[in-house]
């Protein structure tokens, strides 16, 4: 079933709920569905906020904020880039158990 990407996080977690229902995990589901109305309030909180309410934009410029930006930015382009030996690198460390037994 193709969807948008706005409405994924929707699709994935009915799938889920309903995998759940269908399994027997009643209980689960119920508290699934009640941490998601929890947490969407939250989200839709921040929305509203953004919005719906005046205010003054302020900037804020810190340098370790951007050195952390600039660090996490260079980190993802680099494992981007470099990301052949981690597949192996995983496999070879899920060895490591079964050979010292």
């Not at 410029?61 to 980190?75: C, F, I, M, R, S």
């Amino acid at each position: 079933m193709p969807e948008s990407p706005p409405t994924l996080g929707f699709g994935s977690k009915f799938f889920l709920f309903r995998t759940m229902l269908e399994g027997g995990f009643t209980g689960l589901a119920i508290i699934d569905v009640l941490a998601s109305l929890v947490s969407a309030y939250y989200y839709l909180r921040v929305v509203i906020l953004m919005y719906f309410h005046d205010g003054e934009p302020q900037v804020h410029n810190e340098p370790a904020l951007n050195l952390v930006t600039a660090l996490t930015a260079v980190g993802t382009i680099f494992l981007f880039l470099f990301s052949d030996p981690l597949p192996e690198s995983s496999r070879m460390a899920m060895r490591i158990p079964a050979m010292l037994k």
